[in-house]
């Protein structure tokens, strides 16, 4: 195990970044790509808000107000999962020095993560592919 926590905690790390990479003013990964898709879906409905006579106004508002909820939590699932391949590297990296790490519950966290994101994902997808 010490000798491949190395590459372990280099794929893990890859893997974060690629989720989000921040180096000062830039911000890079799928983090900000689904940022910007939320972003534009919000000014998309602020269109048609402007649009909307006043008495359909509510509905719309109500869908915008929905719509920041779900990029929200879009955005809370990329950091989490991000946040627990950082984690796991870590736990590895003590399992392999024989250090104490519960890397099962690391691991269960891992794919909980893993499960919340696919799920974000196909709403996310859904919706964009509904908004086209």
Do not use: C, P
């Not at 990479?21 to 602020?46: C, H, P, Q, S, Y």
């Not at 939590?73 to 020095?97: E, P, V, Y």
Request: proline share 0%; aromatic share 2%.
């Amino acid at each position: 195990m010490l000798q491949t926590d190395a590459a372990v905690h280099e794929v893990l790390n890859h893997m974060a970044e690629m989720l989000l990479l921040e180096k000062g003013d830039v911000r890079a990964g799928v983090m900000v790509t689904i940022e910007t898709t939320w972003e534009n879906r919000l000014v998309e409905i602020g269109e048609e808000y402007r649009k909307t006579a006043d008495d359909k106004k509510a509905s719309v508002l109500s869908r915008y107000v929905d719509t920041v909820s779900q990029k929200h939590d879009a955005l809370a699932g990329i950091r989490s999962l991000r946040q627990t391949l950082l984690d796991l590297a870590s736990a590895h990296t003590a399992a392999a020095q024989e250090r104490s790490a519960d890397v099962r519950a690391v691991i269960a966290v891992v794919r909980d993560a893993i499960s919340q994101m696919k799920e974000l994902l196909a709403e996310a997808r859904a919706a964009r592919a509904a908004h086209q």
